[in-house]
T-cell receptor, first 115, second 110 residues
Framework: NAGVTQTPKFQVLKTGQSMTLQCAQD?????MSWYRQDPGMGLRLIHY???????DQGEVPNGYNVSRSTTEDFPLRLLSAAPSQTSVYFC??????????????FGAGSRLTVL | DAKTTQPTSMDCAEGRAANLPCNHSTISGNEYVYWYRQIHSQGPQYIIH???NNETNEMASLIITEDRKSSTLILPHATLRDTAVYYCIVTQGGSEKLVFGKGTKLTVNP
């Protein structure tokens, strides 16, 4: 049981380049999400999904695209990277309970630097 | 979701109990209190959650006041590995959207 797996762990991009951060979970969780964390700050929600084919925006969605074609995978795409997107990115997943508590499992993070 | 207030930093001696407070005075009836921690730059780790009653698991205890306006996370016997940033988060039942503040930086000293 691997939990939430993020790749790559580290990436350096030049301004304007595109790339995809991968996130996969093997817990059959319906809910998946992406957060970013800037130095000295808490995490901020970028995009989330409550199931295959369903995505929605979080607090800071600009500059990022997502899709959810399978339950297991939730990739985050940067179409034209900017220095402001230098951050650590965390993927998280959970069961989707419409009431009650939902506990998130986080990945280890992907550290992105945009020059 | 209700806003939370936590101290910026705390220290604790190894082997002693660490008591981390959190104020959430605007909490509503269907909102849960969650605690997560982040060790160094790792992904956040779930610790415990509660609605009204006190809760205990293998990692910690959560004490929620009767009026639910504040809570305390208790690590009964802190170790050096408990040094981390601890986040208190309040969110509605059925919601997975966690709003992270800056948390409390707990340092466990030998």
């Amino acid at each position: 049981n691997a939990g939430v797996t993020q790749t790559p762990k580290f990436q350096v991009l030049k301004t304007g380049q595109s790339m995809t951060l991968q996130c996969a979970q093997d817990m059959n969780h319906e809910y998946m999400s992406w957060y970013r964390q800037d130095p000295g700050m808490g995490l901020r929600l970028i995009h989330y999904s409550v199931g295959a084919g369903i995505t929605d925006q979080g607090e800071v969605p600009n500059g990022y695209n997502v899709s959810r074609s399978t339950t297991e995978d939730f990739p985050l795409r940067l179409l034209s990277a900017a220095p402001s997107q230098t951050s650590v990115y965390f993927c998280a997943s959970s069961y989707h309970r419409i009431s009650g508590a939902n506990v998130l499992t986080f990945g280890a993070g992907s550290r992105l630097t945009v020059l | 979701d209700a806003k939370t207030t936590q101290p910026t930093s705390m220290d604790c001696a190894e082997g002693r109990a660490a008591n981390l407070p959190c104020n959430h005075s605007t909490i509503s009836g269907n909102e849960y209190v969650y605690w997560y921690r982040q060790i160094h730059s790792q992904g956040p780790q779930y610790i415990i959650h509660g609605l009204k009653n006190n809760e205990t698991n293998e990692m910690a205890s959560l004490i929620i006041t009767e009026d639910r306006k504040s809570s305390t996370l208790i690590l009964p016997h802190a170790t050096l590995r408990d040094t981390a940033v601890y986040y208190c988060i309040v969110t509605q039942g059925g919601s997975e959207k966690l709003v992270f503040g800056k948390g409390t930086k707990l340092t466990v000293n030998p």
